[in-house]
């Protein structure tokens, strides 16, 4: 009697052991099927529209707007840009430093006399002008030859303002020697290392 109970549940045992394992299985295959679908190779690519994510549609560029960016991009466009801006900087930087100093207008030839405001306002333009001249070439210079150095390396990185402050200061120190070129090699890509770890 006791061998017969336990045979059946044996064989009660034996026909639930598939069964029970049957539906773990298909809950594992199609699980696997639904990774596949969302994650693996079988995920559809789908083409991100704007208009589709909530944003405005982008309208294709017409080939005036292209040539208008290629323009702006270009190194003659950053080149006089900088130049303006140069400019107005030195122009401003000039007539503040000419403010501040207390000998603006004054003649040497004869220091004891009172300068006019004619006087004062005329040498401090002249000032004015001559800071921003310079400010406007070296800003020309500086943008140009990073610019070339850029397209030239295919990177934009921190090197083209060093190679660019070197090269610009070497132009402009070589005008006095030698010596002097290598020192504003220096010190321009120092300026320049330093302007771009600061920003960056």
């Known amino acids: 009697m006791a061998a017969s109970t336990g045979a059946a549940s044996a064989a009660a045992s034996d026909s639930q052991g598939p069964a029970s394992a049957g539906p773990s299985m298909d809950t594992t295959i199609q699980y696997s099927m639904i990774l596949e679908h969302l994650i693996g190779d079988k995920r559809p690519v789908k083409d ?3 208009s589709v994510m909530g944003g405005l549609p982008v309208p294709p560029k017409s080939d005036e707007q292209k040539m208008i960016e290629r323009g702006m991009e270009s190194c003659a466009f ?4 900088a130049c303006v801006g140069g400019f107005v900087l030195g122009g ?3 007539v503040f430093t000419a403010g501040i100093d207390t000998n603006v207008g004054f003649d040497p030839k004869d220091p004891l006399r009172t300068p006019t405001a004619r006087e004062v306002l005329k040498d401090m333009g002249q000032r004015g002008m001559s800071y921003a001249k310079n400010f406007a070439i070296v800003g020309a210079m500086f943008s140009c030859t990073e610019c070339i ?3 030239h390396r295919g990177k934009s990185d921190w090197k ?5 402050g070197c090269v610009t200061g070497g132009a402009i120190g ?5 010596k002097a070129g290598v020192l504003g090699c220096g010190g321009f890509a120092a300026f320049s290392a330093a302007i771009e770890y600061y920003l960056r």
């Open 160 to 164: 083209n303002a060093v190679y660019s």
């Open 48 to 50: 991100l529209n704007p």
């Open 174 to 178: 070589f005008r006095a020697g030698l």
């Open 149 to 151: 150095i850029e397209s």
């Open 92 to 94: 401003a930087f000039g």
């Open 78 to 81: 950053k080149a006089v840009l």
